[in-house]
């Protein structure tokens, strides 16, 4: 079977990638002088109470995204329009629809979480003015935040069975992980959108970037899981 691959993280439309590089991360000149003080102590954050329950949730979304069952996999343009009416409209029964796309029962939890997600971005944006960091350091703060939890679950929990081939599990866990942590930095991207203040412009960059991270999560985590069903 042909191996499918999930979405990176750089193939966001052209305007996002723009929005995102200005209003997160600032932007960065190649000349720029190096120092070798990182802008931000990983094992500070680690620590933090807010990040560890982002990163929770965000693993959470992605586990439940990796285990939903679906008759089809939507286009992206049929899932932006569910998911833009769902927020844009507050349409109850577009929102149950999303929820349960992503792997949800009941809608209330995929909102009240992705709600919670955002909050804390925004929180964890004014602790850490992630604005500083380049997209590399982001991308590594968050990977580390992942590996460090993951290793914290491992610990807790002892020894693990496989019941398949270890490197297909292993394989699954790096196309997972990647997924999260893509998921993650696209979230944070596009709470960046809020520096525009809430207008028109800002609103409608800020629900299609979320809508658009939200369906690489649900296209990537689906292709991790194929894969490792026909692993062998």
């Known amino acids: 079977m042909k191996i499918l691959k999930p979405f990176k993280f750089n193939i966001l439309a052209p305007i996002i990638i723009v929005f995102f590089s200005i209003l997160l991360f600032g932007c960065e000149k190649e000349n720029t002088i190096q120092t ?4 931000l102590n990983n094992s500070d954050i680690n620590k933090d109470s807010t990040f560890k329950l982002f990163l929770s949730d965000i693993q959470e ?5 990796s285990n939903a069952n679906s008759e089809k996999l939507l286009t992206q343009d049929e899932f932006e ?5 769902a927020v844009n409209e507050n349409d109850v029964n577009s929102k149950n629809e999303i929820s349960k796309i992503m792997g949800f029962s009941d809608y209330s939890l995929f909102w009240k979480t992705r709600d919670r997600i955002l909050n804390n971005i925004v929180l964890l944006n004014k602790k850490y003015n992630f604005k500083k960091l380049s997209t590399t350091e982001m991308e590594s703060l968050i990977s580390n935040g992942l590996a460090n939890k993951n290793s914290s ?5 002892g020894k693990t069975t496989f019941f398949m081939n270890p490197g297909c599990y292993e394989t699954f866990k790096n196309c997972e992980d990647q ?4 998921y993650a930095m696209e979230q944070v991207g596009c709470v960046g959108f809020g520096a525009l203040g809430w207008t028109v412009i800002g609103g409608a960059l800020f629900v299609a970037c979320e809508a658009a991270a939200n369906y690489h999560l649900y296209v990537n985590d689906r292709t991790c899981r194929t894969n490792f069903r026909y692993c062998r």
């Open 153 to 157: 679950n491992i610990n807790s929990n």
């Open 36 to 39: 070798t003080k990182p802008l």
């Open 61 to 65: 979304i992605s586990a439940t995204v």
């Open 81 to 85: 329009l569910i998911y833009n009416k």
């Open 179 to 182: 997924a999260t942590a893509t």
